[in-house]
């Protein structure tokens, strides 16, 4: 049983971080041990035994930081358990239907052989930083669309595979 976990999050305005504690907090209820870190801060994954990243999604696209976790470590998540997730649409859908992986994150789910991969709903609120985000908001296009419990499932799933335990009703 794999006993570290690390979910590495790639973040503008912090609503893929939340999602990504929220992930940290069912797999430690499952009895791991569970870091969640900006991808950026790490400098090795060699510690953990399992990994989770997740981007934001900015025009089809993975959040910058993400992206470059996904390269710069390439090599250590080859040998590893890996998912990945991504928050973004600011609507709806991403609780309606399944949402495949941008391109660029579908490449790397290739290459890296990861077992598995989620779009959540995103968040977007007042206080965003940048041009865009701004915009989207002058729109009334802003809102938080993260369904907590979608999540905290789609968490429990990995949980049970590393724990190799059953799932929790």
Same mark, same amino acid.
């Given at each position: 049983?794999?006993?570290?976990?690390?979910?590495?999050?790639?973040?503008?305005?912090?609503?893929?971080?939340?999602?990504?504690?929220?992930?940290?907090?069912?797999?430690?209820?499952?009895?791991?041990?569970?870091?969640?870190?900006?991808?950026?801060?790490? =400098?090795?994954?060699?510690?953990?035994?399992? @990994?989770?990243? #997740? +981007?934001? %999604?900015?025009? &089809?696209?993975?959040?910058?930081? *993400?992206?470059?976790?996904?390269?710069?470590?390439?090599?250590?998540?080859?040998?590893?358990?890996?998912?990945?997730?991504?928050?973004?649409?600011?609507?709806?859908?991403?609780?309606?239907?399944?949402?495949?992986?941008?391109?660029?994150?579908?490449?790397?789910? =290739?290459?890296?052989?990861?077992?598995?991969? @989620?779009?959540? #709903? +995103?968040? %977007?609120?007042? &206080?965003?930083?940048?041009?865009? *985000?701004?915009?989207?908001?002058?729109?009334?296009?802003?809102?938080?669309?993260?369904?907590?419990?979608?999540?905290?499932?789609?968490?429990?799933?990995?949980?049970?595979?590393?724990?190799?335990?059953?799932?929790?009703?």
């Amino acid at each position: 049983m794999p006993a570290n976990v690390l979910v590495a999050y790639g973040t503008t305005n912090g609503s893929t971080a939340e999602i990504a504690e929220a992930i940290a907090d069912v797999l430690r209820k499952d009895g791991l041990t569970v870091e969640a870190r900006p991808a950026q801060s790490v =400098a090795s994954v060699a510690s953990y035994d399992a @990994v989770v990243v #997740g +981007g934001g %999604l900015y025009a &089809g696209r993975w959040q910058k930081h *993400a992206r470059r976790f996904l390269r710069r470590h390439r090599r250590e998540l080859a040998g590893r358990p890996l998912w990945l997730f991504s928050s973004g649409p600011l609507d709806a859908s991403a609780s309606e239907r399944d949402i495949p992986p941008a391109p660029g994150v579908k490449k790397a789910m =290739a290459r890296l052989d990861a077992k598995g991969h @989620v779009t959540f #709903g +995103g968040c %977007l609120e007042e &206080g965003a930083k940048g041009w865009v *985000a701004g915009m989207i908001l002058k729109n009334g296009k802003g809102g938080d669309f993260r369904d907590f419990t979608a999540i905290e499932e789609w968490a429990a799933r990995i949980g049970t595979e590393l724990t190799g335990g059953t799932e929790k009703s």
